[in-house]
Antibody
Framework: EVQLVESGGGLVKPGGSLRLSCAAS????????MNWVRQAPGKALEWVSY????????YYADSVRGRFSISRDNAKNSVYLQMNSLRAEDTAVYYC????????????WGQGTLVTVSS | DIQMTQSPSTLSASVGDRVTITCRAS??????LAWYQQKPGKAPKLLIY???SLKSGVPSRFSGSGSGTEFTLTISSLQPDDFATYYC?????????FGQGTKVEV
């Protein structure tokens, strides 16, 4: 069974940093690209970042480029999102999502981790 | 960026109703469109990809159609478990973008 489990969310002050983790199991992690998708309270889904299976390519939404960094450790079956210079508008539930055969849609999602940016 | 617009934003329906949700793209996305279902406090679940392909395990009452800029998600006979919010997503061009969601309520 495919499982994605996020962790690392919490309350952080504006300008602060946070690192999210996503532990994957139940599939061959090294065969899949991975994504982070977020959802602000009561709002729609927003794609945040993408990383290929071998970390060769990484893409970011304009709203986070230069502040967020995606990485992965295939030995640990994990993907990470380093978030710096956090703003109030980054407050959201952050989901880790598997990219379905590197097509750009998401066939499995984690349960999400809440990031709250507030003073 | 490609803008995705769903209509309606909220839909009131009853069990057994046929329900149709529309998703329009600001430019052509060919057939590179997916639909997700999300219930309150839960992660989204993939229902349909590439416009009309049903993910394994998804009930056959869900179907999708369209191409270019206009797409529909149809639930042929609404079941109690189907009351949720539905999102379309284009994956023709990065950044991948979602619609604003359609809430199906009683």
């Amino acid at each position: 069974e495919v499982q994605l489990v996020e962790s690392g969310g919490g309350l952080v002050k504006p300008g602060g940093s946070l690192r999210l983790s996503c532990a994957a199991s139940g599939f061959t992690f090294t065969s899949y690209s991975m994504n982070w998708v977020r959802q602000a309270p009561g709002k729609a889904l927003e794609w945040v970042s993408y990383i290929t299976s071998g970390s060769t390519y990484r893409y970011y939404a304009d709203s986070v480029r230069g502040r967020f960094s995606i990485s992965r450790d295939n030995a640990k079956n994990s993907v990470y999102l380093q978030m710096n210079s956090l703003r109030a508008e980054d407050t959201a539930v952050y989901y880790c999502a598997r990219d379905a055969s590197d097509n750009g849609f998401f066939d499995y999602w984690g349960q999400g981790t809440l990031v709250t940016v507030s003073s | 960026d490609i803008q995705m617009t769903q209509s309606p934003s909220t839909l009131s329906a009853s069990v057994g109703d046929r329900v149709t949700i529309t998703c329009r793209a600001s430019q052509s996305v060919s057939t590179w469109l997916a639909w997700y279902q999300q219930k309150p406090g839960k992660a989204p679940k993939l229902l349909i990809y590439k416009t009309s392909s049903l993910k394994s395990g998804v009930p056959s009452r869900f179907s999708g159609s369209g191409s270019g800029t206009e797409f529909t998600l149809t639930i042929s006979s609404l079941q109690p478990d189907d009351f949720a919010t539905y999102y379309c997503q284009q994956f023709n061009n990065r950044p991948w973008t979602f619609g604003q969601g359609t809430k199906v309520e009683v």
